[in-house]
């Protein structure tokens, strides 16, 4: 009897060639999309404007948050998003502040 063929590597003939294999894409489940935390990217986009200083480290979290709630990690996702609230509304504030100061005293 002729021995049986060798069955085909792991990934198709794609991988027997040395091609990297694509990881499968994790698609998050209906309740899983219900516990994102917010960007606040609107407040964030406010915040630059008027107060920079602050506005482009709430950037920065917002991105974190973003990234965070992709990957389902919600501790992060949570805390980045009150850091991010935070810094929006003392950026506006200030940013507020400085402009009716300017008006007041010009």
Not at 47 to 66: C, D, E, N, Q
Not at 87 to 105: C, M, N
């Amino acid at each position: 009897m002729p021995p049986k063929p060798a069955p085909p590597a792991a990934g198709g003939p794609l991988a027997s060639k040395g091609a990297p294999e694509k990881p499968p894409e994790k698609t998050q489940t209906p309740e899983e999309l219900a516990f994102y935390a917010p960007n606040y990217l609107c407040l964030t986009i406010l915040a630059v404007i008027l107060f920079p200083p602050l506005g482009l480290i709430a950037i920065f979290f917002s991105y974190k948050t973003s990234q965070a709630n992709k990957n389902s990690e919600w501790e992060d996702a949570y805390l980045n998003s009150g850091r991010t609230g935070w810094l929006d509304v003392f950026a506006i504030l200030i940013g507020l502040g400085i402009i009716y100061a300017y008006t007041l005293f010009m």
